[in-house]
C-alpha cells in the first residue's frame, strides 16, 4: 500500500514539475533564474546574455536548468510539439569575417565534454561528430565556410546528430508577395528566429528576419521528419557557439519557448541594446588662430607631405585593374613590412627554392602568419598565376596549411599563410643530435598520425574540392606541424588545377629529385598519380628516417636510392630493418611493414599500379587490406615496379638483392646509377 502511494506522489510530483516548465520567456538576461551558463557565456550588465567573447578557439554554452518533457505521458513513441523564438546579434572585429556562429540545441544534457570550438560549434568533436547516440537537434546560424559541412559561410541548417545539416539554406527571408531577401548574419544588427516543430505533422519550421521585419508566412526551412527516435522524453534546450580565429562576441537578447503551444512573443521594446560597434571618435583638431605660428604651420604641413610620399613609395605595390576581383584575398605590404618587422633577419623561417618565409604577427588582428616572399621577373602568367593563388586560398581542410592571400610590390610576390609553430617535418627527421637546437625524435604513434593526416590532405585535394588540384611537390619538407604536432600539407607554389572530367596539360617538369614519377619526364603531364608517386618517397622517407636519394659522402662511396634499399631488403625478407633507427624499433611492426610495403606501391614506375590516394586513406585506416596479388607480385619481383627496377639493370630480384652485400642494417652504398640517371632527367624549376 505504501509502495503504491510513495509511487503516486512522485507521479504527481513530476507532472507538476512539467507543468511548471511548458514554457518560458526571456525579455533581456538582467533577471534570468533557470539559467545554467558553462564556457565564455556570461551576462553583460545591460542583460544581454553574451555567449562568447574577443577571446579565440573557446566555446560557450547557456541553457534552461530544468529538463523538460518532450514525450506524452504513456507514449514514448511521439514527440510533442514545441515552439521557440530568440533574437541574436553577431559582433566582430571585422565587417566580413566572425566566430563561427550560434546554435539553438535540444540536447539530452547541459555539458558537452570533450566538444571542439571553431567549425564544431561546441557541440561535437571529430569522434562524436555524426553518433546516432548523441540524441541532438540543433538550428545553426553558421557564418565559416567549412568544406566538410557547410554550404556557405553564411547560412541556416538543421542539424541532427551531425554537423553536416539535414537541410540547410543560405540566410535569407520571404517578404508578403514570395521574393526572398537576403541577410547577413554577422551584419552586427539584432535578428529574430522562430523554430516550430509540430508533433502531429512531424515537421520541423525554421523562419527568420531582421527584428523590425513581421514573422514571414513561408519559413526558411522546412524539415518533415519525425523527431521521436532523436528527442528523449526528457531534454534540456539552450545555445551553444564557438569561435575560432577571430575575435568575435555572440549574443542573444531575448528568448521565449513553450511545450505544446506557441512561444511567447517578445516585447522588443524591452530588449537591452547591442554594444556600440565602430571607430572611436577621433579628437577634435585644434584651430590655431596666432598668425605668428601660420609660417611654422605651412613648413610642417610640406615637411609632413615630403615624409607621406617617401613612405608610400617604401610601401608601393603594385596593382593592375583585374587584380581588383581579388581584393579580399590581397593583403597590404605595409601590414606585411610591419607584421614581420621589417623582414628581419631575426624572423627568418628558412630559404627554399621559391623564395624566403618570414614569421610574422598581423597588427591588428594578432594572428600569427608565415610570409613567402617569391621572386618574379616578368608579367608572363602573372594573372593565371593569381588567379590560382585565389583558388588554391579557398581550400578548407584540417591538414592543409590555409593560404591566406597575397601582396604584389615591384618584382616581388608575397604569400600569406597560416603560422605553423612546429615548423617542417624535415626537421624532426633528419635533425641533427649533436646541436643542442635539436627538436627531439618523433616517436612512431607521431609518424603515423602525420602519414595518415599528409594522406587525409592529398585525398581532398584529389577528389575532395570543386577542382583537382595537384600538388607535384609532396615531400617531408613541404608537411608542416601545427602546435598539437597534426600533418599539414603547405607549399602550393607548384600547385596546379584543372576541372573535373578533362585533361591536364602538358607544363614545365617542376618538383624535388627523387619525388617525381618517371612517366612525367617523358609527358610532361602533372595527374594524381604523379602526387601518389611523391607520396610513396614520402612514406619511405618517415618510416625509414632517410631521404629518397643520399648523395656519395666520400670518394669511396656511391649515393643511395631509397627505393632500391628497400627493395634490396625486402627481397631478402627485411624489410622492417630498413625502419629508421632513431625509433630503436619501438613501433608497430604491422603499421610499420603497412608503410614500408604501401611505400613501395606507391613508388611503381607504372601509373596504373600505384593506388589512388581514396585507395591509400583505406590501407592506413585499415579499412581495407593492401592487394595480395600485387604485393606478392612485388616481393617475388614480378610486378611493374620490380620489372622496371631491374629491366634497368638485366637482373634478377636475387641477382638484385645480391647487389646489396652484407647485414640489411648497414649503410648501403650499392650501384644505382640507372636509377639515378633516371632520375636526374626531372628537374626542378
Request: aromatic content about 10%; proline content about 4%; some cysteine.
Amino acid at each position: 500500500m505504501f509502495f503504491k502511494f510513495a509511487t503516486l506522489f512522485f507521479f504527481l510530483i513530476a507532472n507538476f514539475v512539467a507543468s511548471e516548465d511548458l514554457g518560458f520567456v526571456y525579455n533581456g538576461f538582467k533577471i534570468a533564474p533557470n539559467l545554467s551558463l558553462d564556457g565564455l557565456a556570461d551576462i553583460t550588465e545591460n542583460g544581454l546574455l553574451r555567449l562568447t567573447n574577443d577571446t579565440k578557439q573557446r566555446t560557450g554554452h547557456a541553457f534552461y536548468s530544468n529538463p523538460l518533457q518532450f514525450k506524452r505521458p504513456g507514449d514514448k513513441n511521439s514527440t510533442v510539439s514545441f515552439s521557440a523564438s530568440f533574437v541574436f546579434a553577431i559582433i566582430s572585429e571585422y565587417r566580413d569575417l566572425s566566430g563561427h556562429g550560434i546554435a539553438f540545441v535540444v540536447a539530452p544534457h547541459r555539458g558537452f565534454p570533450g566538444a571542439l570550438p571553431s567549425q564544431h560549434l561546441g557541440l561535437f568533436n571529430e569522434t562524436t561528430n555524426g553518433n546516432i547516440t548523441n540524441h541532438v537537434v540543433a538550428v545553426e546560424l553558421d557564418t565559416i565556410y567549412n568544406a566538410e559541412f557547410d554550404i556557405d559561410d553564411n547560412h541556416v541548417g538543421i542539424d541532427i546528430n551531425d554537423l553536416k545539416s539535414v537541410k540547410s539554406s543560405s540566410a535569407m527571408y520571404y517578404t508578403g508577395n514570395g521574393k526572398s531577401k537576403n541577410v547577413s548574419l554577422i551584419s552586427g544588427e539584432p535578428m529574430l528566429v522562430w523554430i516550430e516543430y509540430d508533433g502531429l505533422k512531424k515537421q520541423l519550421n525554421v523562419t527568420i528576419a531582421p527584428i523590425n521585419i513581421p514573422k514571414p508566412d513561408i519559413p526558411l526551412l522546412s524539415l518533415s521528419q519525425d523527431l521521436s527516435a532523436v528527442i528523449s522524453d526528457s531534454m534540456y534546450v539552450g545555445f551553444s557557439s564557438a569561435t575560432g580565429s577571430v575575435l568575435t562576441s555572440h549574443y542573444i537578447l531575448g528568448w521565449s519557448f513553450q511545450i505544446n503551444g506557441e512561444a511567447q512573443a517578445l516585447e522588443i521594446s524591452r530588449l537591452p541594446k547591442l554594444p556600440r560597434r565602430g571607430p572611436k571618435e577621433k579628437p577634435k583638431t585644434l584651430s590655431i588662430g596666432l598668425p605668428i605660428i601660420v609660417p611654422f604651420f605651412v613648413l610642417l604641413i610640406i615637411f609632413g607631405v615630403f615624409l607621406i610620399i617617401r613612405r608610400k613609395r617604401k610601401f608601393a605595390e603594385l596593382i593592375e585593374d583585374w587584380e581588383l576581383n581579388y581584393v579580399t584575398q590581397r593583403f597590404s605590404y605595409k601590414d606585411l613590412y610591419v607584421a614581420t618587422k621589417g623582414f628581419k633577419e631575426k624572423e627568418l623561417l628558412g630559404i627554399g627554392g621559391f623564395g624566403r618565409v618570414y614569421k610574422g604577427v598581423l597588427p591588428t588582428s594578432k594572428i600569427q602568419i608565415a610570409v613567402k616572399k617569391v621572386s618574379h621577373d616578368s608579367k608572363q602568367g602573372i594573372r593565371e598565376f593569381i588567379a590560382e593563388i585565389v583558388s588554391i586560398g579557398q581550400l578548407r581542410h584540417r591538414n592543409i596549411v590555409q593560404l591566406l592571400g597575397y601582396c604584389r610590390r615591384k618584382g616581388e610576390l608575397l604569400l600569406v599563410y597560416d603560422f605553423m609553430p612546429n615548423g617542417s617535418l624535415d626537421r624532426f627527421l633528419f635533425r641533427s643530435p649533436n646541436t643542442i637546437s635539436s627538436p627531439p625524435v618523433l616517436n612512431w604513434s607521431q609518424r603515423f598520425q602525420i602519414i595518415k593526416g599528409v594522406a587525409s590532405g592529398l585525398f581532398y585535394l584529389h577528389e575532395g574540392w570543386e577542382q583537382v588540384v595537384i600538388h607535384r611537390d609532396i615531400k617531408a619538407s613541404n608537411v608542416l606541424l601545427d602546435a598539437e604536432m597534426n600533418a599539414r600539407v603547405g607549399d602550393f607554389g607548384l600547385a596546379r588545377l584543372y576541372d573535373r572530367g578533362t585533361n591536364p596539360q602538358t607544363t614545365n617538369v617542376v618538383g624535388t629529385l627523387g619525388y617525381i614519377a618517371l612517366e612525367l619526364t617523358r609527358t610532361g603531364k602533372a595527374t594524381a598519380s604523379t602526387d601518389v608517386f611523391g607520396f610513396g618517397a614520402f612514406l619511405l622517407e618517415v618510416g625509414c628516417g632517410r631521404r629518397p636519394i643520399e648523395l656519395q659522402k666520400s670518394e669511396t662511396e656511391e649515393g643511395v636510392i631509397l627505393v632500391d634499399w628497400v627493395y634490396s631488403c625486402w627481397c631478402k625478407g627485411g624489410i622492417l630493418q630498413t625502419s629508421d633507427p632513431n625509433l630503436k624499433d619501438e613501433y608497430d611492426t604491422e603499421e610499420m611493414e603497412l608503410v614500408l610495403k604501401l611505400g613501395m606501391l606507391c613508388s611503381s614506375n607504372d601509373p596504373k599500379a600505384r593506388p589512388t590516394m581514396r585507395q591509400v586513406v583505406q590501407y592506413l585506416e585499415k579499412d581495407a587490406p593492401l592487394p595480395q596479388d600485387e604485393m606478392w607480385a612485388l616481393e617475388i619481383g614480378d610486378n611493374n615496379l620490380a620489372t622496371n627496377i631491374l629491366a634497368t639493370r638485366g637482373e634478377s630480384c636475387e641477382d638484385f638483392a645480391m647487389s646489396y652485400p652484407g647485414s640489411v642494417d648497414k649503410v648501403y652504398t650499392g650501384s644505382s646509377s640507372s636509377a639515378v640517371d633516371s632520375l636526374l632527367s626531372g628537374s626542378r624549376s
